[in-house]
């Protein structure tokens, strides 16, 4: 009797959160690895406003924007670089479009930088471990090809990947390889290094602008959101004074 009054009230409760998850909205955002910190402290705020859920998605932003057009699903997107968006706009998958800042690659040291590297020249040191993210992947790989390559020209980044000790996927794996102390030297997004869980571990080496220039972060509405007005809200409110003291605060520019 036990046991069928327990099932009884367990089913009653499936049914009841299945009921109120059909009211209440429910959001997909796509979103780059290195930006998730401030994006779900900005979710929270939006759902608490307009009574949803925003499920964020993390990875790659090629691998992120591979899974949105394949399933044609989701509400926003937001890749490592404006770049993403330059060369998918064909596809019609990216409507409106919010600039809420920029990131800037630099070169990712373990704490107090006991190999005493100083510039991009260290990537072909043979006594220096390196990590460089694989261009296919993750945003910062190929944006840090594309700075290795402006430094030192197609035949140093050849180098410098052949002499690598690990090809990383993400920012958040690049950060790992040198928090264990598997790797010396990484290019990453500036950000990430001045996170607590990273800062205690990594220093950061800014590189010239002109060789690692600003890339703007924007917000892409999909146009098979299911709800534009909410994900048209939130943008809002990232590229608002409030969203960008958010952003400010884990290191973005």
Known sequence: MLKKLLLSLIVLVISSNSLMAKDKPIL???CGITMVKPIAQISKIIEK?????IKIMQGGSKDLYTSLKLAKKGDLYLPGSDSYRKKNLKDGFLLDEKYIGFNKAAIFVQKGNP???KDLKSMLDENIATIICNPKTGSIGKNGKSVLIKFGG???YD??????VEIGTDSRNLNKA????RADIAINWRATGFWPENSPFIDVIEIDDKYAPKKKLIINLLSFSKHPKIAKALMEFAASKDGQAIMKRYGFL
Not at 159 to 164: G, I, R, V
Not at 178 to 181: A, G, N, T, V, Y
């Open 154 to 156: 197609e035949e140093f």
């Open 159 to 164: 180098e410098a990947f052949d002499l690598a």
């Open 28 to 30: 997909l955002f796509y």
């Open 49 to 53: 406003k307009y009574n949803c859920t």
């Open 178 to 181: 040198l928090i264990d102390k």
């Open 115 to 117: 190999k005493k590297i």
